[in-house]
């Protein structure tokens, strides 16, 4: 069982968005080429929903600016400008993705006092989501994740869906994917591979 998850597509990651990545729209026809010819049994798409004044925001410590350090339930922080707001054109999906194609979508970052870049459970491992249950319940062997940002929330889903999906083999597509920094990405390349996530190319993904 082969599923494909979609991470954090939205207008809030893309250009023109409130935390946007450069170049962030091109990850939408990578994404609906890999919907179309992938060969998925199940797609899943992860969905940014903050609510107004979420303690990642810079905007609700008056000492701090977007991108500064801070501290959020007692631990750094990064702090980022308002973004993907709930029920916000900011929070939607990119208008282009093939979100009809979706069969589950997880929303996160729900709690405002807290932050949470994996679509599997919050920052802090205080809750999980319905993800995993949701893929396990699927019997899913294999995992694809591709979307925004690489070294964020890619990174923390990939890293967690090694531990919490014990026994699938989780791959990202590095073509549908874009970071925010080149160092960030580095890292996040690292962590990846130590963790045992496969990064792959978009023919792997799709001929495998």
């Known amino acids: 069982m082969k599923a494909l998850l979609l991470v954090d597509i939205q207008n809030g990651f893309c250009p023109g968005g ?4 450069a170049d962030g729209d091109a990850v939408v026809p990578v994404a609906n080429l890999l919907i179309r010819d992938g060969g998925y049994d199940i797609i899943a798409a992860s969905q940014d929903w903050h609510p107004e004044g979420h303690g990642s925001f810079a905007s609700v410590h008056p000492d701090k600016k977007p991108f500064d350090m801070g501290e959020l339930d007692g631990k750094p922080q990064v702090m980022w400008p308002d973004h993907c707001v709930q029920n916000t054109e900011d929070a939607a999906f990119h208008p282009d993705l093939d979100i009809a194609a979706v069969d589950y979508i997880q ?28 893929l396990k319940q699927k019997g899913v062997t294999t995992l694809d994740i591709t979307g925004l940002a690489l070294d964020f929330c890619v990174r923390f889903t990939a890293v967690d869906a090694r531990e919490m999906l014990p026994g699938v083999t989780v791959r990202v597509i590095l073509e549908g994917c874009r970071g925010i920094s080149e160092d960030g990405v580095e890292a996040a390349l690292a962590e ?14 799709i001929e495998d």
Do not use: C, Q, W
């Open 18 to 21: 409130n935390l946007a990545v």
């Open 192 to 205: 990846m591979r130590e963790a045992g996530v496969e990064l792959i190319d978009l023919r792997t993904a």
């Open 107 to 134: 929303r996160k970052g729900e709690n405002p006092e807290i932050d949470s870049y994996s679509a599997f459970r919050d920052n802090e491992h205080h809750a999980v989501t319905g993800l995993a249950d949701y």
